[in-house]
Each structure stands twice: as C-alpha cells, then as structure tokens.
C-alpha cells in the first residue's frame, strides 16, 4: 500500500525510476530485474528511447513505460522522462548497469528523513572501474561547481540521484550534455537540502555513447553557466 509523507514516509510504490536509453540492449534487462528485485516490485520505470538495438522491447518486456524519440541528447532524453514520472519521488539512473540498484531503499531513506535531493557519489570509493580520464574529468567537474556555488560537492555528473517530484517541477531545466550537473547545482544554490551519499561504481556494460573530450567541455560550460546563472538570480532578487 502506497503511504504518503504525512502516514510516515514514501515507500518504493510511491517511486518512479527514470533513465534514457541508447543501445543499452546488452544492459537494460539486467537493469530492470535489479531495479524490481530492490522495490518489490513496486516503483514504476520510464525509459526514453533512441535505441535501435531493440532496447525499447527488452524494457518492455520488463515491465517498464517506453517513451521513443529521435536521438536528441542526454538532457532532452532525460527530462522528458523526468517530466513524466507521476509519483512523488523519482530516482534518475543511467542504463549501463554500472549503478547500485540494491541502494534504492536506502536513497529513499534518505528522502523520507526530509532530504530534497539525494546524491550518488561515486568517487568516494575510488570508482575504480571509470576510466581514468573519465575519473580525473570528474574530479575537475566537482572542483569547479564547489568553487563556483560555495558548496562543498564531490560528484557532480553522478547519474544517480533521487528527488522529491516537487523539486523537478519547480524549476526550468535548460542543459543536454550538462543536464546531470544542472540538476544538482540549481537545486543547491536555491536552498533545498541536498545529500550526497557515497555509492559504488560497477563496470559497464556495452560501450559508451558520449565522447569525453567533446563531453567534458559541454559538461564543464554547462557548469559555469548554471553557476554564474543562479547566482545572478540570487542578486536580482536581493
């Protein structure tokens, strides 16, 4: 039974997995079992689909809401289904079964203790399996948004975050590449109470999709731009 906040908490029938997906036909079962396997089976699942490896099927099978678009970026693929989710907590994640499914409960834990946003932070047990220019790159990113926003942060791209939908529905989202460092930042900077919690990061499956040269500096500009934006915000209200 779904219970609400003010019954004592969310539980995983009031949780919506959102994730985009390219090509992730090698992964994105493996993903969902793990994904039912730690909600019972009780969270819904939306993916956003460019694939055509056959992803939208498998996702199907398993239970999930497809959406299909023409290729059209991260960010794009990833608010659409942001904006589609209908319960009152949604968890982003990656397709590429290099995320820890089994942490759901825990994320939502954090939720429920009054936490707006929750954040995986990979690097914080070394991420091991991320490439090291991969790992370095993000490393520079969390630099970057802890000088700019004054925060502490220690990941900023991590593709697993939980959000009270309020969160999502409040602001205007304007990043593609950079969108999974926006939605930490503008959350940040406007005063919701944030948790980053340590996670573990797995090895990959399939290959991956994003340049990290021409990725990093999408990443990087949308990072000063969303800094410097939300700081002007800050003035202009006073």
Avoid: K
Wanted: aromatic share 6%; charged share 25%; proline share 3%.
């Amino acid at each position: 039974m779904t219970t609400s906040e003010a019954d004592g908490g969310y539980t995983t029938a009031d949780l919506t997995v959102v994730m985009g997906t390219y090509d992730e036909a090698e992964a994105v079962g493996t993903v969902l079992e793990d994904i039912a396997a730690a909600t019972d089976g009780e969270a819904a699942v939306v993916c956003v689909d460019s694939s055509t490896d056959g992803t939208a099927a498998i996702a199907r099978d398993r239970g999930a809401r497809v959406i299909e678009q023409e290729p059209q970026g991260y960010g794009v693929a990833l608010e659409r289904g942001l904006r589609a989710a209908d319960r009152p907590v949604v968890l982003t994640t990656d397709c590429d079964d290099t995320y820890p499914m089994e942490r759901i409960p825990d994320f939502l834990r954090w939720i429920n203790r009054g936490y707006d946003v929750v954040s995986g932070d990979r690097l914080y047990h070394g991420a091991a399996a991320m490439p090291a220019l991969n790992r370095l790159g993000n490393r520079g990113f969390a630099g970057l948004a802890t000088l700019l926003a004054g925060t502490r942060i220690h990941d900023t791209t991590t593709g697993m975050r939980a959000y009270r939908r309020e969160v999502i529905e409040a602001i205007e989202w304007t990043e593609n590449t950079g969108l999974s460092a926006e939605l930490l930042l503008r959350p940040l900077q406007r005063g919701y109470d944030v948790r980053e919690v340590p996670i573990e990061y797995g090895e990959r499956s399939g290959e991956t999709t994003l340049d990290p040269i021409q990725g990093g500096r999408a990443i990087a500009t949308s990072i000063l731009r969303v800094a410097l934006a939300e700081r002007l915000r800050r003035a202009l209200r006073g």
